[in-house]
């Protein structure tokens, strides 16, 4: 580390960026304002899934998501804390009421976060009290979140055979989509804070270093840097590792000479962000340029994509934005090394709402929005590339924000001669 | 931080655990060992996940959770990457196959973690492909891990109808709660690293520091600790706090004379750890050291029931053994104050079998298995008292061995005098 802590200046050379470049993390007034504002915004949010019901023909919504239980209740369960948390966080939306489960570790953490909902503690499994639960709701027909397990499904439809359980549509992913202005806010914050993790990281990077080591000293500038936690775990892979888009930092040196592909988010206030830097450690190859100078075109061209949506009647399909991403790497002669899609829409989750991809829906984009842009080309055995921003698209308003600040241009970091 | 790094000794009275009281990290040779101990034991873990089929009447079983995915094939899922992996990881096992599928993010790297599986590459919804992929093996009757969403469970069912779906029983479940010696060497690997790292932060405890640096310190040591992540988000709570098992840690200074609950663990090769020390910062009232005896008690209580079974044909039930602790607790007059289970089986997961809990089967707890012992006590606006060890309990060879090696008496750490 050469004695240096991170996002020291003493190495950084000009017109490379630097933590002070964007944003400040929030502070304390900035979470008591959004909190205020999820209150407020709340009763909403239930009415307008409740709105859904009377056409359905639908008596309540069974939730299990944690990130929908966030949206419309209030109650917090950290990353992949669902997994111990046995039925709690799980919620019931019926006409006039909101009930929120919980097991005897959650009771009062929920009481405090979640005041308007009842809460209904649970000793076992939510089957043992389904029938006494729906019987005292008039419950006859429940939407029920589809990533509902089989055994659950089952277990319930055995407690209380009358009661008919349906896969819920999309209601609460296309709601959620749509976001609320504390909430690209809350967005905008955790990009950020990971824009000034990597500008604080860059100066460390060299060749000789391990994925392992940039891996943890980013996500300690996150942690340390205003946010409440890392978005997903981070991927900080070089050289031929970079062309597999998910593997994990390895404990081997980086060689000069090649790429180093960082993709990582911060969380802030349960929003998180999303982005990737292809960096080059030494003088890259030109191959590898022409590369980066590749994908750079197709990220541009969905974004013009996007912009030129404002003369038009409707926001564009998410397989329209990502056709013209991919029409660029296709040209090419690239195309089969673009395996993924375009973008995702992100918020309370990582990946959410809407997609652009070549599966994704032709209906039009939601708006006002957010969602990663985010083409890449992949060559095993050699390398990989990507470049992923999040934008913030409000079609009504004629508006494409970059919510990613950090520079998109090539960057040559770690050279022999500094 | 008085200027001194984590696991600095200057402040550390005499008495107190170090770092260097626990076993070291393992290294390049542990992990290396491990990686062949797994490819030479799948073949005979798939065997006995096969050996069920014929009894079943089943042809083969669909498998969806990251850790049996790990446990069978070799594929790695970081921690809640499934939820935007899409079906990558997701396996069907047959009874001459082991089938991996990925989308194109993941070729490369489960190419190389799983070697012996054969790759089923997706464009899109694994239902796509389903009667074509059905149909090629043979496929009439499926055991599904009964995790699977009830909305790909209706689109398999409607893409080969012909095709039946059945829950699976707890099969892998069943299988790895008994656990393989370098499983437990793992888990033990990782709950040393956990000891090391709660030793290496009491110096830095005090009054006026805030829960949320307390838990990044200790994060931080667990991460540059030899670990390759947490097992989960670390609880760090203090005071009343303490009573809400399941809260994040808070930006508010920690008040003297109270407890500061810690409950933590360290994955080590995808093995997780899991302990919970409830020290006291300042001078602790009577009281709180009165329910932490009775805690302590509690515990000695479930491991002495353990001990006991050594002179019996089989082990105990996980019923039995909490409620040797809960008999401890009741007969104090707090039973109400002892909400949850008593301890819970960890492996490739921090929650799996067995249970040890008011609810759990009378069958005979699986041997050789490791599992937490934890009661504890929470009195909602005033503390909450729990400690959480692991052991590897071994019926056949008469063990019954700690994994957790921290010292389990009452530790005053910040003293103002210090």
Chains 1, 2 share one sequence.
Not at 18 to 36: I, L, N
Not at 368 to 390: A, H, N, Q, W
Not at 394 to 413: C, M, N, Q, S, Y
Request: glycine share 10%; hydrophobic share 40%; net charge negative.
């Amino acid at each position: 580390m050469s004695g240096g802590r991170v996002g020291s200046t003493s190495r950084r050379p000009r017109g490379w960026p630097t933590p002070a470049d964007f944003p400040p993390p929030p502070g304390a007034a900035d979470r008591r304002r959004w909190a205020e504002a999820d209150r407020a915004a709340r009763p909403a949010r239930i009415e307008r899934l409740r709105a859904r019901f009377e056409t359905a023909g639908m008596d309540a919504y069974l939730g299990l998501r944690p990130e929908d239980a966030r949206y419309l209740t209030g109650v917090r369960l950290g990353f992949g804390e669902e997994k111990v948390a046995g039925h709690s966080g799980r919620f019931l939306v019926t006409g006039e009421t909101v009930v929120v489960f919980a097991d005897s570790r959650y009771v009062a953490q929920f009481r405090t976060e979640a005041p308007e909902a009842r809460l209904e503690i649970l000793g076992g499994d939510l089957a043992g009290r389904w029938r006494e639960l729906t019987d005292g709701l008039g419950l006859r027909r429940l939407a029920v979140d589809p990533s509902c397990p089989i055994g659950l499904w089952r277990r319930l439809t055995e407690a209380a055979p009358a009661v008919e359980l349906v896969p819920a549509p999309d209601w609460l992913d296309e709601d959620r989509a749509r976001k609320e202005p504390t909430e690209i806010e809350r967005i905008a914050g955790a990009a950020a804070v990971a824009d000034r993790a990597l500008a604080a990281l860059l100066p460390e990077i060299a060749a000789g270093r391990t994925e392992r080591e940039l891996a943890l000293a980013l996500e300690w500038a996150i942690r340390t840097g205003g946010a409440d936690g890392l978005a997903f775990e981070i991927a900080c892979l070089s050289g031929p590792q970079a062309a597999l888009p998910h593997g994990s930092p390895r404990d081997v040196p980086i060689e000069a000479g090649t790429v180093l592909l960082v993709d990582f988010g911060a969380e802030v206030d349960g929003y998180r962000s999303d982005m990737t830097r292809t960096l080059f450690v030494g003088e890259p190859p030109a191959v590898a340029l022409e590369r980066y100078d590749l994908v750079a075109r197709a990220q541009r061209a969905a974004l013009d994509r996007l912009e030129a949506s404002f003369e038009e009647p409707v926001p564009p399909s998410g397989r329209t934005v990502d056709a013209a991403a991919r029409a660029v790497i296709e040209a090419a002669g690239l195309g089969e090394r673009f395996g993924h899609g375009t973008g995702h829409g992100i918020g309370l989750a990582t990946h959410e709402l809407p997609r652009l991809s070549r599966l994704a829906s032709e209906a039009p984009l939601p708006s006002p929005t957010v969602f990663s842009v985010e083409p890449g080309v992949y060559v095993e055995g050699e390398l990989g590339i990507r470049i992923e921003d999040l934008v913030h698209y409000d079609h009504a308003a004629r508006r494409l924000v970059p919510l990613t600040g950090f520079p998109r241009e090539p960057l040559v970091v770690g050279r022999a001669d500094r």
